[in-house]
Every structure is written in C-alpha cells, then in structure tokens.
C-alpha cells in the first residue's frame, strides 16, 4: 500500500498542528523531511514509541520550515497498524500546510478522507464497527453520546454482534452435518435447543434495535421547531434554551421571518432548535412565505415545542397551530408562557392535544427545566442505560433488521415444521448480514461508504 499523508489537526491556528505520515516508507519519508538535533540520533534508527526534536526541512533547498517533534510508530503497533511518523509542529495553518506539501513532495500521496482509520480497519486494528465510532466520538456533543461510542470503540457492539454471530455458527455446523450426511448416525437435532438460541439471538437483536432511536437522540439531537403565533415568545424561550441571545427579540408581531437554527444542550442531549415564523394568514409576501417554512419545518421535525401566550385567551390562531402539529402526529410539548402575567386561557383545551403541558415564563428565566423534563418523557430518555450498546447508524441498523427478519423466518420455519435446510438458509443469510455489520464480510463499496463520511486525517 502506499505512503500518505495529511493534516491530522484541524486546519486553524493553534498549539501545534500533527502531520502523519502512514505507510511502508513513511520512516523513509520522515528521514529525508525531518533532521533531529544533535543527540537525538538518526530518524532511521528510531524505535516505535520514541520522539525526536529537530528541525523540519525542505530537502529540496535545503531550507528549515519549522522545528518540533517527530513521534515513531513501528507496524504493527500503531493506529493504521503501518509504520507511523507523526510531525508535532507550530499550529499554524501555513506552517501546517508547508510541512504537508514538503512531505507530498518526498514519497508520500495525499490521504483520502479516512484513510488512516480505513487501513486500521484493513489491517486489523478495529472492527467495521469500531471504526465507525471513531468518527462518532469525534462528534460526540454530550457526555452519553461521548460514552456510547467510547463503548463502541472499545468493542461493545462488535462484541455483542460476535456473541450472536459464533451462536449462529454453531447451529449452521450442527445443521450442516445433519443435512448433509442424513444417513450417518448423528445425534439428533435437539429442536428445543436450537429454538432456545434463535431466540436468544432475537432477543438480543431486537434488545440494540429498541435502544438505536435513543441513541440517535443522544448523538444527532432532538430536531425540534418552536412554533406559534408572532409574540408569544418563541424567540425568547429559543434564547433562553440556547442561553444566549439569538433570535431577534422584538414586540412588533411577526419580527421572526427566517427559519433560525440553533443547538441547545439541556443536560445530556441536545436540542436542534428552529424558531419559526407564527403561523398564521398574512397578505404579508416574506411573511407568508416564512409560514409556509414554519408549516414544512413542523412536517420534518421530530419535536414541536408550541409555545402560547396564556396571559390573554386562547384565539383561531392558537387552535390551527395544535390542530396541525396533531394533523401530523408529531410529538408535542405545550409551553403556556407568560405565567408571570397570570392566566386567561383555559388551559383544558391543551389536554386534548397533549400531556406534556407546562407552564413557564421564557422572560424570567423559567422554562428550561420544564422542556428538559418533557424531553426525557417524551423520548424516555430518563431510563435510558448509558450502557447499552447501540447502533452508530443506519448502515449497522438495516444489517442488524435484515438479520433480525431472516431469524424470525428461520424460527418460524422450524415452528411449522419445514425441513432444515430452509432453517439452514435463513440462519445462513442472518449470519450474512450480521458480518456485513461489523465488516467482516462487508463489500468493497459499504467500506468505502462508510470512510468517505470521515475527515481527511483521520
Ligand atoms: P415571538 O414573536 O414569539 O418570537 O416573541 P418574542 O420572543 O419576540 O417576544 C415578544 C414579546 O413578549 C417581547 O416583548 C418579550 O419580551 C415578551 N415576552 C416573552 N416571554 C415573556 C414572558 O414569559 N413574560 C412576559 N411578561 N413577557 C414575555
């Protein structure tokens, strides 16, 4: 394979900036570009696990680009599980940059996005798996997401789906034996006991499927849109969420004409906040168009936070609002702001739409809690085990719900009776797809998919 190369840190001033160097030359490469001082020895010469300071040089000219650190890894102790040279240099875009082409400029080819991960993933190092989590740890917003792919990292999923996979394993090499010499003399196959470890298989499938909804929340966030009338206070709750000021906060109804984005963390997960226009008829044109935003944003979501000035009485406008977010089915949280002003809207009405009402005064401060609370109702989140593997993706869901499927038609065949070789078939394509999960028998296409979404880097 190749030598590459590529800025490990991101590009942006800083502390220091890491150029890695990964590949059968890349001690080579490093020799030529980097130039210990004097009593640190030859870079050739280096053991894995040891640092140099020197100089980095353009072999070319002869000319020093920057000084710093040279840290060696030998193959296969490494993360890519190649010889590894990592350059600890000055953090600055440009010095980054210089070293990066000096390096290009001497035997090595730019790194694809992930392609350090990809060759650990090719030589061994971690499991498809693991090497997803990689990139969900990068982006890990909250101590959970952190935590679940920190697990996954460490090889909880891969575990787990191993667990199933050498179960499976085991059944298609007793079954296989009995359809294949049915005139030897066999034991007899113990249909208790193969039920008992489909089953056991479902059952822990079905376990990491119910937890991915949870999971995805505690990674990507909650997609939530605040909507109601101009004035209610949406833009307020929405600032006092993202604890800052955002959203422009105004009296004049119908200030808030863009879709404005945010995320606010509450606690553990995050919310992805869109404070809508009202929604309401207008002859305003921008207006209009705003609501027509509102309405296809309430469509998308995951969440609706209506919010309702409960200091005056309900009106039309209000009722559309809850009778259009029920219209889609979309999960609801009621925030009757204003409490600070008292109460003139009979809040009977919102218990047709929904349990989660509260009452909360955005201006004051007071709300936050409140939404917290709802969230964890609402998405269950309050029971949720930190612990619990769960799935990075949808890639590792589809393989983990074809398994699933083709289990049950496997269960079900032995249920009815049929032979075993149909039993065998669908244990066969379950085991197919549970290696497909973790890599081991993942196509050149699904592997290359699933680094294309890393950073170059990495
Ligand atoms: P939006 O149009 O729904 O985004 O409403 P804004 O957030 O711009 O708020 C409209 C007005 O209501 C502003 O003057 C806010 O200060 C005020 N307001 C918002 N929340 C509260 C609240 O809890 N109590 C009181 N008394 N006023 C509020």
Same mark, same amino acid.
């Given at each position: 394979?190749?030598?590459?190369?590529?800025?490990?840190?991101? $590009?942006?001033?800083?502390?220091?900036?890491?150029?890695?160097?990964?590949?059968?030359?890349?001690?080579? *490469?490093?020799?030529?570009?980097?130039?210990?001082?004097?009593?640190?020895?030859?870079?050739?010469?280096?053991?894995?696990?040891?640092?140099?300071?020197?100089?980095?040089?353009?072999?070319?000219?002869?000319?020093?680009?920057? +000084?710093?650190?040279?840290?060696?890894?030998?193959?296969?102790?490494?993360?890519?599980?190649?010889?590894?040279?990592?350059?600890?240099?000055?953090?600055? *875009?440009?010095?980054?940059?210089?070293?990066?082409?000096?390096?290009?400029?001497?035997?090595?080819?730019?790194?694809?996005?992930?392609?350090?991960?990809?060759?650990?993933?090719?030589?061994?190092?971690?499991?498809?798996?693991?090497?997803?989590?990689?990139?969900?740890?990068?982006?890990?917003?909250?101590?959970?997401?952190?935590?679940?792919?920190?697990?996954?990292?460490?090889?909880?999923?891969?575990?787990?789906?191993?667990?199933?996979?050498?179960?499976?394993?085991?059944?298609?090499?007793?079954?296989?034996?009995?359809?294949?010499?049915?005139?030897?003399?066999?034991?007899?196959?113990?249909?208790?006991?193969?039920?008992?470890?489909?089953?056991?298989?479902?059952? /822990?499938?079905?376990?990491?499927?119910?937890?991915?909804?949870?999971?995805?929340?505690?990674?990507?966030?909650?997609?939530?849109?605040?909507?109601?009338?101009?004035?209610?206070?949406?833009?307020?709750?929405?600032?006092? $969420?993202?604890?800052?000021?955002?959203?422009?906060?105004?009296?004049?109804?119908?200030?808030?004409?863009? /879709?404005?984005?945010?995320?606010?963390?509450?606690?553990?997960?995050?919310?992805?906040?869109?404070?809508?226009?009202?929604?309401?008829?207008?002859?305003?044109?921008?207006?209009?168009?705003?609501?027509?935003?509102?309405?296809?944003?309430?469509?998308?979501?995951?969440?609706?936070?209506?919010?309702?000035?409960?200091?005056?009485?309900? +009106?039309?406008?209000?009722?559309?609002?809850?009778?259009?977010?029920?219209?889609?089915?979309?999960?609801?949280?009621?925030?009757?702001?204003?409490?600070?002003?008292?109460?003139?809207?009979?809040?009977?009405?919102?218990?047709?739409?929904?349990?989660?009402?509260?009452?909360?005064?955005?201006?004051?401060?007071?709300?936050?809690?409140?939404?917290?609370?709802?969230?964890?109702?609402?998405?269950?989140?309050?029971?949720?085990?930190?612990?619990?593997?769960?799935?990075?993706?949808?890639?590792?869901?589809?393989?983990?719900?074809?398994?699933?499927?083709?289990?049950?038609?496997?269960?079900?065949?032995?249920?009815?009776?049929?032979?075993?070789?149909?039993?065998?078939?669908?244990?066969?394509?379950?085991?197919?797809?549970?290696?497909?999960?973790?890599?081991?028998?993942?196509?050149?296409?699904? /592997?290359?998919? /699933?680094?294309?979404?890393?950073?170059?880097?990495?």
């Amino acid at each position: 394979m190749s030598t590459v190369c590529a800025v490990s840190t991101p $590009l942006a001033e800083g502390g220091i900036s890491v150029i890695r160097i990964s590949g059968e030359k890349a001690l080579e *490469v490093a020799q030529k570009v980097f130039v210990p001082f004097s009593g640190f020895g030859r870079v050739a010469d280096m053991k894995g696990y040891t640092c140099a300071y020197g100089r980095v040089v353009d072999p070319a000219s002869g000319e020093t680009a920057d +000084d710093g650190l040279l840290t060696v890894f030998r193959a296969p102790k490494s993360y890519t599980g190649e010889d590894t040279a990592e350059i600890s240099c000055h953090g600055g *875009v440009f010095i980054a940059k210089k070293a990066l082409r000096i390096c290009l400029e001497n035997g090595c080819e730019p790194a694809d996005r992930g392609e350090f991960t990809k060759r650990a993933f090719l030589n061994g190092k971690l499991s498809l798996t693991q090497a997803e989590s990689v990139m969900d740890m990068i982006s890990a917003q909250g101590e959970y997401a952190l935590r679940s792919a920190r697990l996954t990292r460490e090889g909880k999923l891969f575990r787990d789906i191993s667990g199933v996979r050498d179960r499976l394993v085991k059944i298609l090499g007793e079954l296989a034996a009995w359809v294949d010499y049915p005139e030897e003399d066999l034991p007899e196959i113990e249909e208790n006991a193969l039920r008992a470890g489909l089953e056991n298989s479902i059952g /822990v499938l079905e376990k990491i499927l119910r937890d991915y909804d949870c999971g995805m929340i505690l990674r990507s966030g909650i997609d939530t849109v605040i909507a109601g009338k101009p004035n209610v206070g949406k833009s307020t709750l929405m600032n006092l $969420l993202l604890g800052y000021d955002r959203s422009i906060v105004t009296d004049i109804a119908g200030t808030t004409r863009d /879709v404005i984005e945010e995320t606010a963390r509450l606690g553990e997960f995050v919310l992805k906040l869109s404070d809508t226009a009202g929604i309401r008829e207008t002859d305003d044109t921008v207006e209009k168009m705003g609501v027509g935003l509102a309405r296809k944003r309430i469509d998308e979501c995951a969440l609706v936070i209506a919010v309702f000035d409960t200091s005056t009485p309900l +009106d039309g406008e209000d009722i559309e609002l809850l009778e259009y977010v029920k219209s889609r089915g979309k999960r609801l949280v009621a925030a009757l702001n204003k409490s600070d002003l008292g109460t003139a809207a009979d809040k009977s009405v919102f218990e047709k739409y929904t349990e989660h009402i509260f009452e909360i005064s955005a201006k004051q401060g007071e709300g936050t809690e409140e939404i917290k609370k709802a969230c964890q109702e609402i998405f269950s989140l309050g029971g949720y085990d930190p612990d619990s593997t769960v799935f990075a993706n949808e890639r590792q869901k589809n393989c983990a719900e074809q398994a699933l499927k083709k289990l049950n038609a496997a269960l079900d065949a032995l249920n009815y009776g049929e032979t075993l070789d149909a039993v065998t078939v669908m244990i066969d394509y379950a085991l197919q797809s549970l290696m497909e999960l973790t890599g081991e028998r993942a196509s050149q296409a699904v /592997v290359d998919e /699933v680094f294309s979404s890393f950073c170059v880097g990495k």
